[in-house]
């Protein structure tokens, strides 16, 4: 069983600075695109950033704040975020989209998804 663990989410001040760091547990031998996602209260599920064959893309709300890397030796995807705000309080979760795996003997292709960890930015 692969799963991805969240790490590094907290209280900061605005203005301040985050990094989150996603860890799976298994091999992931390949995916379609690895990153974040946030959920605010009330609020629907929303991509922050993310890791493609063809390179990174952002939300337009955090593009020159966040930043979304792979650790490939440690099989980790970061995100640091900086100049953090108010509207950037959110549970993040980090995603692994059609990912290969193998487990107990067999190939398996999913999406797999932390358990999230919380983000709250005071002003």
């Known amino acids: 069983q692969v799963q991805l663990v969240e790490s590094g989410g907290g209280l900061v001040q605005a203005g301040g600075s985050l990094r989150l760091s996603c860890a799976a547990s298994?091999?992931?031998?390949?995916?379609?695109?690895m990153g974040w996602y946030r959920q605010a209260p009330g609020k629907q599920r929303e991509l922050v950033a993310a890791i493609t064959s063809g390179g990174s893309n952002y939300a337009d709300s955090v593009k020159g704040r966040f930043t979304i890397s792979r650790d490939n030796a440690k099989n980790m995807v970061l995100l640091q975020m900086i100049s953090l705000k108010p509207e950037d309080t959110a549970v993040y979760y980090c995603?692994?989209?059609?990912?290969?795996?193998?487990?107990?003997?067999?190939?398996?292709?999913?999406?797999?998804w932390g358990q999230g960890t919380q983000v709250t930015v005071s002003s």
């Open positions: 298994g091999r992931i031998f390949s995916f379609n695109a």
């Open positions: 995603n692994a989209k059609d990912a290969l795996t193998y487990v107990a003997g067999t190939w398996n292709r999913k999406d797999y």
